[in-house]
């Protein structure tokens, strides 16, 4: 019997390629969801704009043709992007069709405002266009660069697309705009180990459970987005949609953050007793009568406040904390507040008398000290959770521009909060 084998054509487009040409796709857009998803602003998406976009606001925007190939050299390693390479080429044919739909009149600000990425698993180092390009951004030659580029339109059959590609790209009069935005980008042949380390750099996971959360996310993404993908939908994520809906994903897989006890009060350079938070509490009465013990109370709440806040905004700023961990702790502090206040005040209005004002404000306060709080998946021990509630308490802060969320007195938002 004769075995049949699949001819030459069926071979360039089995169906394994196929599948490992979309995992390659998808592995990219995971990878720039996990790089992006600190910024909030930003829409990383999947199969709309192009293989992967990545869009700032309106009109900035990273088009990404993202290519894999499975063809590899007598070594066995992954083939060069060739000077002639068909990925390149019709990459760049893709875009060329996409300025050439712009409005001529708008086609400058347009290419000010895109950049257009080749992502490929085939190396580039040798590549002459890639030189080239390299070249041009160093030198800025347009001329160079053209001449450079007619020599691989020279070096191979005259009639052939190719050739067609690269003539008609040299042809344009937005070349040199467009070129300015060309990026070449050599990734491995696998995703995988790079995903697994954005994992723990920028979405901190322990490396003991980074696996586990790797195939948590991949099964997790893919079911989010089935139907969009047999639907034919573009898929679209914010990085405060992403960092929302896998929330659970990432917190399986945190570890426990270590916070500082040993920042130096001697660098706090304020008066302690001009802090909102000191005086909201002064507004209640909480602070001792003598002169001696008040102060010592204002200095203590003031080093519990000064530890937390430090705290906060260092884990923040080094990426150790992000958005949403801060977002849980604000809506943790601003319900177990409101449920003391309103029951504190439940019997009272504006018209009570002031000393029972004060002892429903200090009835407040002191159930709030009793609360433990946790910060980044990691509780805070009791002296945090009071530097926690006084920050709440506090003036606004660059992380968090609205503040104060939170007072004691009956009126404290009309006493304290600034519109």
């Given at each position: ?8 054509e ?86 060329i ?10 086609r ?13 698993n085939?190396?580039?180092?040798k ?5 080239a390009l390299?070249?041009f951004?160093?030198s ?9 580029v ?20 040299l ?11 060309i ?17 723990h ?33 573009a ?114 209005d504006l ?65 304290f909060?600034?519109?």
């Open positions: 019997m004769n075995t049949i084998v699949p001819s030459k069926q071979s360039k487009h089995s169906a394994a390629d196929i599948f490992i040409a979309f995992e390659y796709q998808w592995d990219f857009f995971v990878l720039s969801l996990l790089s992006k998803s600190i910024d909030s602003t930003v829409e990383v998406s999947f199969e709309l704009f192009d293989d992967v976009a990545i869009q700032q606001g309106q009109s900035s925007i990273v088009l990404c043709q993202v290519k894999h190939s499975v063809q590899k050299s007598k070594k066995g390693k992954t083939i060069n992007l060739s000077n002639r390479d068909v990925d390149l080429w019709k990459t760049i044919s893709i875009w069709k996409i300025i050439d739909e712009i409005d001529p009149s708008e400058d600000n347009y290419l000010s405002n895109i950049e257009f990425h080749l992502v490929t085939k190396t580039s180092e590549n002459q266009f890639v030189k390299n070249s951004i160093e800025n030659n347009i001329s160079d660069f053209k001449s450079k007619n020599e691989i339109a020279q070096s191979g059959k005259s009639d052939s697309e190719i050739t067609d590609a690269i003539t008609s790209f042809s344009k009069s937005y070349l040199e705009k467009f070129v300015k935005q990026v070449v980008i050599s990734k491995p042949d696998c995703l995988r180990n790079e995903i697994l380390a954005m994992l750099t920028r979405a901190f996971i322990a490396k003991s459970k980074v696996n586990q959360v790797y195939n948590s996310l991949m099964t997790e993404l893919r079911d989010a987005v089935k139907s969009d993908i047999e639907n034919r939908k898929i679209v994520f914010t990085g405060e949609t992403f960092a929302n809906r896998f929330h659970a994903v990432f917190e399986m897989g945190r570890a426990n953050i270590s916070f500082r006890h040993d920042y130096d009060f001697n660098d706090f350079d304020g008066d302690p007793q001009k802090l909102l938070f000191i005086q909201q509490l002064e507004a209640i009465n909480e602070l001792p009568k003598q002169e001696g013990k008040r102060l010592d109370a204002i200095v203590s709440y003031t080093k519990e406040w000064f530890q937390f806040k430090n705290n906060l905004h260092e884990l923040t700023d080094n990426n150790i904390l992000i958005g949403d961990d801060i977002l849980k702790l604000s809506n943790d502090v601003q319900a177990a507040w409101n449920n003391y206040h309103n029951s504190a005040y439940r019997m009272l018209c009570s008398s002031e000393d029972e004002l004060c002892k429903a404000g200090c009835s407040v306060i002191d159930n709030m000290r009793r609360e433990y709080f946790n910060l980044g998946n990691t509780p805070l021990e009791q002296m945090l959770s009071h530097g926690c509630i006084y920050y709440y308490s506090n003036t606004p802060t660059h992380l968090i521009s609205d503040l104060p969320y939170i007072g004691w007195h009956i009126d404290w938002e009309s006493k909060k600034k519109s």
